[in-house]
């Protein structure tokens, strides 16, 4: 049996998928480093022990993701296959800014933290809506997200966080 050598643009697929491998095991690690710091213990590790395997795990997927950074990003049909959706649906995503779309790359290719973050909606809408439904609801989660991000969203919930509100 001969094993061909995968041609330029087959590597450059390989390697956006090294990368959203390596983003998302990032952001994972990065998501239970914070959850750990907040417990008090975890199992037979204490915080600190537990602390330090994460610090490791986390400078790991952090030289991957240097390793590999380029402006690379995942075509549609990845996408589309990672998402479970179709490749019109992606297209329509990026159109719609739910995806965002790697700048000067042709064809159009997706950003590995877009993807990731419109993945983890996609889970717990899923979860959460039947079939038809869960398309509303994450463009809804999406808006929700997005408005969260804005200078007066964020200073509206500190004020309610403290109980100010003002009435108009």
Not at 1 to 13: A, F, G, H, I, N
Not at 145 to 162: T, Y
Request: aromatic letters at 6%.
């Amino acid at each position: 049996m001969t094993t061909t050598v995968p041609k330029p643009r087959q590597l450059q697929r390989m390697a956006a998928l090294a990368h959203l491998d390596a983003e998302e095991l990032h952001l994972e690690v990065e998501r239970e480093r914070a959850n750990i710091r907040a417990a008090t213990s975890f199992a037979d590790l204490s915080p600190k022990e537990l602390d330090d395997f994460l610090e490791r795990l986390s400078r790991l997927s952090r030289r991957m993701l240097d390793t590999l950074d380029a402006p690379i990003g995942l075509s549609v049909e990845q996408a589309a296959e990672r998402l479970n959706v179709t490749a019109p649906t992606i297209r329509k995503w990026i159109k719609d800014g739910v995806l965002t779309q790697t700048q000067g790359r042709k064809p159009a290719e997706i950003d590995p933290r877009s993807l990731i973050e419109v993945q983890r909606a996609l889970i717990s809408v899923r979860a959460n809506y039947p079939a038809r439904q869960w398309t509303k609801a994450l463009a809804a989660y999406l808006h929700d997200r997005d408005l969260q991000s804005e200078d007066w969203v964020a200073e509206g919930l500190r004020e309610f966080e403290r109980g100010e509100f003002v009435e108009r």
